[in-house]
């Protein structure tokens, strides 16, 4: 029995010390990953600097954590925990080895990474006097964990071979100047720049949310296109008259295949400059008093208003009334829809009609312009209605008189 009774806790030590290393196995400590590194420049020259970037993240978001309790040789009980962890950075440090200087950023960052997160890490290096390759390691280190060694290339004006691919390119000789409610015509020139041919090129232009429609076709295919090669393309659009003046960016969609066969996508524009024109009118002329008299100072008020798309700027009216006064008015800008008043201070002369020409200039977008219109004058002549007042006095009492002397008369 007591030869029974040993081997029974000798099984029983062994099962608890297997059930303990496979809990310790399953909560396994916090670790970190590299995620992302870029040099730039890609290809630094001896002697100069350049810019190291790495990601580390927290590629752990949880932990299980196991127990286990044996209550006897046939029975016991396993519980199970779960918890977030947090990776705690104790050092991060880029180790040159002897060939590339570290000139900032070890020792920059310890602190707290949460589950799943990720922290973007700059080095600034210096690259040895020698051509080649060379691999400087970053050390990460992981209280209570795995830490990380990383080596990351470094090109030293090294001729690395890549493959060669088409290079496209899209210009657009003259930018169009266009009124709104107009149509115009443009081309944009395809050309490949790279050093292999372009396959299923297809290029696509649109216009976006805004009020501009497209004339015709706008999307062109070329099975090849060979390197130096340009393709003119013709387009005509027609502008909303609602649209704002500006300069608008129509996109244009590229897509042709790569050497290999796969399918490459990119975006270029061409412009338009939608720029409105100005057009001056009269709206109203009026006098202030509204009716003149000879040898009488007043106001002549002309209204001028724009009635085009555009601003008109430096806007000026001239009169060559014979008067006496001011016949010269500056405006200055009239924006689309509005009018404004150009005055004049005058003083009459002699009654009667009086013909004068109205000159305006003003300029917008498209250059100068100049507006002739003839306008008259009406001058009341001076004492007219005091004439005409006495008259009439002597006319009713003449006929008052004679009344009188024919009832006389007639008495």
Not at 69 to 89: P, Q
Not at 144 to 159: D, L
Not at 187 to 194: F, H, K, L, P, T
Not at 263 to 272: G, K, P, R
Request: aromatic share 8%; net charge negative; with cysteine.
């Amino acid at each position: 029995m007591s030869c029974v009774s040993s081997l029974l806790r000798t099984c029983t030590v062994l099962f608890l010390l297997f059930a303990f290393f496979t809990g310790a196995a399953q909560a396994a400590g916090p670790s970190v990953i590299i995620t992302d590194h870029t040099v730039v420049p890609a290809v630094v020259m001896p002697g100069e600097y350049a810019l190291i970037s790495v990601t580390i993240m927290n590629a752990a978001t949880t932990s299980v954590k196991t127990d286990s309790t044996i209550l006897s040789s046939v029975y016991s009980v396993t519980s199970s925990e779960s918890a977030d962890v947090h990776l705690v950075i104790e050092s991060v440090f880029l180790d040159g080895r002897g060939d590339i200087m570290v000139v900032e950023g070890n020792s920059a960052f310890t602190g707290v990474i949460g589950p799943g997160q990720s922290v973007d890490l700059t080095f600034l290096i210096r690259a040895p006097e020698k051509n080649g390759i060379y691999f400087p390691r970053l050390r990460v280190r992981v209280r209570g964990g795995e830490s990380v060694i990383y080596p990351i290339p470094v090109n030293v004006n090294m001729p690395i071979y890549s493959m060669k691919t088409p290079i496209i390119q899209v210009s657009q000789e003259e930018l169009p100047f266009v009124k709104p409610g107009e149509t115009f015509q443009t081309e944009i020139s395809v050309v490949n720049i790279g050093q292999t041919r372009a396959d299923d090129l297809t290029v696509s232009v649109g216009t976006g949310d805004r009020a501009i429609a497209a004339i015709g076709p706008v999307i062109s295919s070329y099975q090849v296109l060979a390197p130096g090669t340009i393709m003119v393309i013709p387009l005509s659009f027609r502008v909303g008259r609602e649209i704002d003046p500006g300069l608008y960016d129509l996109p244009i969609n590229l897509k042709y295949r790569l050497p290999d066969g796969s399918l490459h996508q990119e975006m270029a524009v061409c412009a338009v400059d939608v720029r409105g024109s100005s057009t001056i009118a009269v709206s109203s002329v009026k006098t202030d008093p509204s009716t003149i008299t000879a040898n009488t100072q007043f106001d002549l008020i002309i209204r001028l208003e724009n009635t085009g798309t555009g601003r008109a700027t430096s806007v000026s009216a001239v009169i060559d009334i014979p008067l006496s006064g001011g016949r010269e008015a500056f405006i200055g800008t009239i924006r689309p829809g509005n009018d404004a008043p150009a005055v004049f201070r005058l003083n009459a002369g002699g009654g009667g009609d009086i013909p004068y020409t109205l000159t305006i200039r003003y300029s917008d977008d498209y250059g100068d312009h100049l507006m002739e219109q003839p306008i008259t004058l009406v001058v009341k002549g001076q004492g007219t209605e005091g004439w005409v007042f006495a008259l009439l006095i002597v006319i009713v009492f003449a006929a008052a008189g004679y009344y009188l002397y024919r009832q006389r008369k007639q008495g």
